[in-house]
């Protein structure tokens, strides 16, 4: 008598797995192709540099270097001004013209001091701990660049 070895799959249990893999990437898909978590992150990312760059500005040229959102007048806006009345602009040295970060269409912007400013020794003006909070529309995701109290330190 012949003993038979089984190889290989059926084709019900082939078919089972497609299906199952077909659900898997309908309900995961979506998730990965919505592009708003990233650029969430990639906007806290920027705001946080845009902050840096007010802060080393103002040391470098030792003056008064104000970070100003007016949602009323630009939303999602924050533009470097050499005063807290954005007379001067700090000019980007990318392109030349006022230095104006513009977050994605994607995110809304909450900010606990809308003019936030460094001093020549990069401390925060007023000298009170501040923060910026960064949500994607749909409120799935959010983060927060803190500025501390006493040093300016901005994580």
């Known amino acids: 008598m012949r ?18 893999a077909g659900v898997m990437v309908a309900v995961a898909a979506p998730r ?12 806290a990312g920027l705001l946080s540099s845009t902050l840096r760059y007010a802060q080393k500005t103002a040391i470098a ?14 939303p999602n806006t924050v ?10 602009s700090v000019i980007n040295p990318e392109t030349g013209t ?26 925060a003006i007023p000298n009170v701990a ?3 909070t960064v949500t994607n529309k749909n409120g799935a995701q959010s983060f927060t660049v803190n500025i501390e109290q006493d040093t300016g330190y901005i994580r």
């Open 79 to 88: 533009r470097l001004c050499f005063d807290a009345a954005c007379a001067q």
């Open 32 to 43: 990965f192709a919505n592009g708003d978590i990233f650029e969430t992150r990639g906007d």
């Open 98 to 123: 006022a230095y104006v970060f513009t977050f994605s269409k994607s995110v809304t912007v909450s900010a606990f001091n809308n003019s936030l400013g460094f001093d020549a020794l990069g401390r």
């Open 130 to 132: 501040s923060s910026y």
């Open 3 to 20: 003993v038979v070895a089984s190889r290989g799959f059926t084709l019900v249990e082939l078919v089972v797995v497609i299906a199952l």
């Open 61 to 74: 040229q030792r003056r008064d270097v104000y970070a100003i959102r007016n949602a009323a007048v630009t």
